[in-house]
T-cell receptor, first 114, second 115 residues
């Protein structure tokens, strides 16, 4: 079993829809949870991060972490065609890159059509 | 001004050849990485360097050898290329950002095709 599982999709929604992206994980030591967005033929870029359990909101994006279920989600409200990308979840046990590493999900490909 | 740059962007080569990919970051970060992303978009870490010192060395064939001449550069040399090496290779760097986890900044990727 991979450390981080993510449904690759593809997911196709109309503009304005609410999108829900999810990951599950097996390592209970993970404390930092991140979402990266990767546009076609580009490198991933950090969208949001959350520490431990709880919610975090940034504009149209909300990240949720449920450590008891080992389940994280990213919600996108009022989705736009410009949100079309691959979304990768990532997590680590430590804050510092010298102490730990990021474990990535395989990414969910999202298309928002006008 | 590009933060993390990689060259070349595309690399097409024959099996058995040796090739190098170069990476440079101008963010002043101490840590740099190489990742491999396969055709199914799975991003897997290969190596990590901190201040030119190897920190992470995943189970990667010996044909792959990273070299960090200084903090701002991390190159990847691949010997005896195989078909299975075809993938997109991403360089990344990270540094401290207050209370947040170290954010990794990715380069644009090098698309390697082995024929």
């Amino acid at each position: 079993q991979k450390e981080v599982e993510q449904d690759p999709g593809p997911l196709s929604v109309p503009e304005g829809a609410i999108v829900s992206l999810n990951c599950t994980y097996s390592n209970s030591a993970f404390q930092y949870f991140m979402w990266y967005r990767q546009y076609s033929r580009k490198g991933p870029e950090l969208l949001m991060y959350t520490y431990s359990s709880g919610n975090k909101e940034d504009g149209r994006f909300t990240a949720q972490v449920d450590k008891s279920s080992k389940y994280i989600s990213l919600f996108i409200r009022d989705s736009q065609p410009s949100d079309s990308a691959t979304y990768l979840c990532a997590m680590s046990a430590n804050r510092g890159s010298t102490l730990g590493r990021l474990y990535f999900g395989r990414g969910t490909q999202l298309t928002v059509w006008p | 001004d590009t933060a993390v740059s990689q060259t070349p962007k595309y690399l097409v080569t024959q099996m058995g050849n040796d090739k190098s990919i170069k990476c440079e970051q101008n963010l002043g970060h101490d840590t740099m990485y190489w990742y491999k992303q396969d055709s199914k978009k799975f991003l897997k870490i290969m190596f990590s360097y901190n201040n030119k010192e190897l920190i992470i060395n995943e189970t990667v064939p010996n044909r792959f050898s990273p070299k960090s001449p200084d903090k701002a550069h991390l190159n990847l040399h691949i010997n005896s290329l195989e078909l299975g090496d075809s993938a997109v290779y991403f360089c990344a760097s990270s540094g401290r950002s207050g209370g947040a986890p170290d954010t990794q900044y990715f380069g644009p990727g090098t698309r390697l095709t082995v024929l």
